[in-house]
T-cell receptor, first 118, second 108 residues
Framework: GAVVSQHPSWVICKSGTSVKIECRSL??????MFWYRQFPKQSLMLMATSNEGSKATYEQGVEKDKFLINHASLTLSTLTVTSAHPEDSSFYICSARDRVSSGADTQYFGPGTRLTVL | DAKTTQPPSMDCAEGRAANLPCNHSTISGNEYVYWYRQIHSQGPQYIIHGLKNNETNEMASLIITEDRKSSTLILPHATLRDTAVYYCIVRGYSTLTFGKGTMLLVSP
């Protein structure tokens, strides 16, 4: 199956700093990538949809100036958490959509990035 | 997208078949049924999807009722590594929306 990688797998940072998370589709091109956030014992919540070469679409309640998304190529999207605070500590997961000829398209997920803000 | 209903938890003995049900009574004609699973502290893993025919791959089988209002994911020989939260998601052309899923615990 298609492989999506994320880097780093975990990061600890001080409050007020910015953190960049990379998401790569390794063996397919993804015109659309997605960023999710998951708090402990909760399900995944979609943060934003990222289309290659255009601005990301953010879900209601997600601050676009705080969570900067760049999708500069068909295999790479980045999420930057700016001025991180302890409440931003979470598990961030990206996914990439692989469009197939059957009409359905499947999203493949990365392994996730554990962010801890002190 | 149509909502789904899954039991919050299920148990299964190692080596036995695990049958995970999902109700999606409001599914519309162009919506697919997707199954993903999430092992603790990992990203979700795609398992299988279908529209109206039963599907099988190396991981599982998906049985969709004729009226498409419910489906069952079958893991034919569950192993301890199949312990995870299983998500049944119905979607058309929009994004995946995750519910609470079913926590499957496979025991020795």
């Amino acid at each position: 199956g298609a492989v999506v990688s994320q880097h780093p797998s975990w990061v600890i940072c001080k409050s007020g700093t910015s953190v960049k998370i990379e998401c790569r589709s390794l063996d397919f091109q993804a015109t659309t990538m997605f960023w999710y956030r998951q708090f402990p014992k909760q399900s995944l919540m979609l943060m934003a949809t990222s289309n290659e070469g255009s601005k990301a679409t953010y879900e209601q309640g997600v601050e676009k100036d705080k969570f900067l998304i760049n999708h500069a190529s068909l295999t790479l999207s980045t999420l930057t958490v700016t001025s991180a605070h302890p409440e931003d500590s979470s598990f961030y997961i990206c996914s990439a959509r692989d469009r197939v000829s059957s009409g359905a398209d499947t999203q493949y997920f990365g392994p996730g990035t554990r962010l801890t803000v002190l | 997208d149509a909502k789904t209903t899954q039991p919050p938890s299920m148990d299964c003995a190692e080596g036995r078949a695990a049958n995970l049900p999902c109700n999606h009574s409001t599914i519309s004609g162009n919506e697919y049924v997707y199954w993903y699973r999430q092992i603790h502290s990992q990203g979700p893993q795609y398992i299988i999807h279908g529209l109206k025919n039963n599907e099988t791959n190396e991981m599982a089988s998906l049985i969709i009722t004729e009226d498409r209002k419910s489906s069952t994911l079958i893991l034919p020989h569950a192993t301890l590594r199949d312990t995870a939260v299983y998500y049944c998601i119905v979607r058309g052309y929009s994004t995946l929306t995750f519910g609470k899923g079913t926590m499957l615990l496979v025991s020795p």
